[in-house]
């Protein structure tokens, strides 16, 4: 007795069947009212959440904690392997008071007609602010690395009184490190 070879049974071949993935699958055993429940519960829970943190402070910030913690494990779960990246050196400022840093970045923006440069010479405040956070980047950067967020926030609220948001801070620093750049205020060069 020979075994006959039936070409359907053959690793890899399907007979001509259709094959569908998991969703399809899933998608073809689903109930479309149930699916249209579940997103206007998901809606209603949305618009609800959205509510409440406008209207209170402290679940908006809780929210963000956990949102932030969720991002960092994240972060932490993908660096795993990873060789871990050098810190960012500081960007060399020049030694100068924070006197002198408002008056050259006041002549800086005196001879720059951009749209920027006008509109920070209307907002003397944010000029100090500048001034402020080019000493404090400086005095942090000592230690010959970039100074953090965290630095900065923690030396704005302990020698000027100032509390900070995270963009608020990372603007400043940006903004610090801009005007350090060739062609800028507070280039060392």
Known sequence: MTAEHDPDDAPGNDGGALRLTAEELAFLLSDPLAQA??????ARANRARTERRRSDPAYAERLRNEDRLRQRRHRAKAAIGRPEREPDPPVPLPALSAA??????EAHLD???T????QLRRRPEALRR???????YRSLA???ERP????LAAAFAARLGLTLTPSQIQKLRDQVEGFAR????????
């Open 130 to 136: 500048y001034a402020a956070a080019f000493e404090i």
């Open 111 to 113: 001879g720059a007609a």
């Open 115 to 118: 749209a920027q440069a006008a």
């Open 182 to 189: 060739p062609g800028g205020p507070w280039h060392a060069g």
């Open 142 to 144: 000592d230690r010959g």
């Open 100 to 105: 002198d840093a408002l008056r050259r970045l």
């Open 37 to 42: 429940d579940r997103e206007e519960r998901n």
């Open 148 to 151: 953090t967020r965290g630095a």
